[in-house]
């Protein structure tokens, strides 16, 4: 970066390819319209981009794609409020404004040889995907592999080829849990966190990476301590409301952690010095 | 042997630097509605400088506005174009207290070098004099001593309070873009002993490890009772650095500007996001403000965000105090922990 550069200014970039996940879940596949920045980008699954939706605003949205995908990454956004509406009204050829990576993602190198049990719930599986993308890339490297998603329906089903896809390879354990079942709904019908217990999962030598609303998540941490889990063995990616993505603008604030330069993951070591509830 | 301006030269030396050196010269003045703040020096009111006690208003609007032009996003036919909000307006603000002077280093250690560093701020900053005056007496509810924030540092050029002038203390490099030669006298004074105490003591010793053991402290939810979460205590204060960006459009139907706003921690929205708030009681978010002030900023950076100048507390239309709150939280602390 050029020493007088706003770090606030966003880089253009170009929609290549815009999917229709969900009813409110759309994926965008965009790239740097610059040559260059676009060459040198790269991340770590867990980082965020801030993306700007000119004359809306700009939003934090998490990598969903796989770092190891070259010229372009994937964005899938949850259509809640009035950037992400607005962005939703985009087609391909359009123009956004993208700044990042930001924040500290999963610490995957340091799974080696371990067993990881993904935990996601809703649209939290936009990021545990990047991470599964990283992983399956080189799964020589890891142990046993587990995936628990939870979603309201199976209409509201993300990435649900993927998902398919790594079912069918048989590397990963995959458990998939609606909240409201429909009649053809072959899969468990409930909560992904009554699954844990049943899933018969290793506790030594497990890291366990989870991104879904705070509700699901605390719930998941406490079945996984019922079972015997530490937790130094989770890696949590946090929500917050950010402006800035550089520790100045104050949102994401929670004690003295700023979670879009300390997190969006942190362990379970440090979320317990944390002040989760109102902090 | 330092340099001495004599009292009825005060006016004519800011007017000069304002005439000859061509500089936006800032002051605090005393405003219609008996409020005070800093503002450009003009004709109108010139008579109305103000150096009787700290402002009501902090100087920190001159490098973090209350609204500011970041980014104009231009169309064009195939692209757009994203044109960078460039000021270079040479200033100097005279009156800064020990408390603002401390103030403006806080934040600049936040927007110059934690996390790297922010543009706006920098492009403001760096084109910015400071000449501090000391405090001859105590300002309403302040405790600099408590925030060891008492002593003048980080000024270009500190105005000494005399009997018939100041004695003036260089306090960096670029002074002499400050200097006049008419005005200026050689002098063998020195500068003053500390002024008076204040009234208002805070012990500061671990401080933030005892707030951090008393966040379910009772005082939280007996003070936030009567807290209005009306946000007067982060505007005025000096260190409140928080904002938010958002985007208009022109109304030419497609072009966009981006603007940069302060934002409050007392306000509901401050947290909000598709799944809910974050800080949802006042209760936490008063807790927010005085331990972001008090704790947080000092676990971090070993720094404390407060610069005692009691700005909040004056200005606080329900009597809500940090000092007392801290004051009750080390007298009756929480048990067993």
């Known amino acids: 970066m050029h020493e007088f550069e706003s770090p606030l200014k966003p880089e253009l970039a170009e929609i290549t390819r815009v999917k229709t996940e969900t009813g409110s879940l759309k994926t965008f596949t965009v790239s740097f319209s610059d040559k260059k920045t676009l060459k040198k980008f790269s991340f770590a699954p867990g980082k965020f981009m801030m993306v700007s939706i000119f004359g809306f605003g700009e939003m934090p949205i998490s990598i969903s794609s796989s770092p190891y995908q070259k010229h372009s990454l994937q964005l899938t956004v949850n259509a809640v409020g009035n950037i992400s509406r607005a962005m939703h009204l985009l087609k391909t050829g359009d123009k956004i404004g993208l700044r990042g990576p930001f924040g500290r993602g999963y610490p995957i190198q340091r799974f080696r040889k371990k067993n990881i049990v993904f935990f996601s719930g809703g649209c939290g599986m936009a990021s545990i995907r990047s991470a599964v993308y990283a992983v399956n890339a080189k799964k020589e490297l890891f142990g046993k592999l587990f995936l628990f998603h939870g979603c309201k329906s199976p209409q509201e089903l993300l990435f649900r080829e993927d998902i398919e896809k790594w079912e069918k390879e048989g590397d990963f354990n995959i458990f998939v849990s609606v909240d409201n079942p429909t009649p053809d709904w072959k899969g468990y019908s409930g909560f992904p966190t009554d699954l844990i217990a049943r899933a018969n999962l290793p506790v030594e030598n497990t890291v366990v990476l989870l991104c879904g609303p705070q509700i699901m998540m605390n719930i998941a941490m406490q079945k996984f301590k019922d079972i015997g889990f530490k937790p130094e063995q989770f890696f949590v990616s946090m929500e917050r409301l950010m402006h800035c993505g550089i520790g100045k603008c104050g949102h994401c604030n929670i004690g003295k952690e700023f979670v879009c330069v300390h997190g969006p993951v942190f362990s379970g070591t440090e979320l317990e010095k944390m002040h989760l509830a109102e902090g | 042997m330092g340099y001495f301006l004599k009292k009825n030269n005060l006016l004519p030396y800011l007017e ?204 939280w939810e007996s003070e936030s009772e009567r807290c209005l979460s009306c946000s007067a205590c982060t505007q005025v204060c000096p260190t409140c650095y928080c904002f938010t960006i958002k985007d208009f459009f022109l109304l030419d139907g497609k072009n966009s500007e981006r603007y940069r706003e302060w934002d409050s921690c007392q306000l509901q929205q401050f947290t909000k996001v598709h799944g809910g708030i974050f800080r949802q009681s006042r209760k936490s978010r008063l807790r927010q403000f005085v331990m972001h002030k008090l704790s947080y900023y000092k676990q971090e950076h070993n720094l404390h965000l407060c610069v005692g100048c009691g700005r909040c507390i004056s200005v606080c239309p329900v009597q809500i105090s940090l000092v007392q709150i801290a004051k009750e939280i080390q007298k009756n602390p929480l048990e067993g922990k």
């Open chain 2, 16 to 219: 000069f630097l304002q005439k000859e050196k061509n500089l936006n010269v800032i002051v605090p003045v005393l405003n219609r509605n008996s409020a005070s703040c800093f503002e450009e020096l003009s004709d109108a009111n010139a008579k109305n400088i103000f150096l009787d006690s700290r402002t009501w208003f902090s100087p920190k609007k001159f490098f973090l506005p209350n609204r500011e032009r970041e980014f104009l996003f231009e169309k064009k036919a195939s692209s757009l174009e994203i044109h960078e909000t460039i000021k270079h307006s040479q200033k100097v603000i005279f009156g800064m207290r020990s408390c603002d002077l401390h103030a403006l280093n806080v934040l600049d250690k936040l927007f110059l070098d934690f996390y790297g560093y922010d543009l706006l701020y920098r492009n403001k900053r760096h084109t910015t004099l400071t000449i501090g005056i000391d405090c001859k007496k105590e300002s309403e509810n302040c405790f600099c001593e408590s925030m060891q924030t008492d002593k003048p540092d980080f000024f270009d050029l500190f105005f000494w309070e005399k009997k018939d002038g100041y004695f003036i203390e260089i306090g960096s490099e670029r002074w002499e873009e400050l200097y006049c030669k008419k005005f200026f006298e050689e002098t063998r004074e020195t500068k003053n002993k500390s002024a008076e105490k204040c009234k208002t003591r805070l012990n500061t010793k671990e401080l933030e490890k005892i707030f951090e053991k008393n966040f379910e402290h009772k005082i």
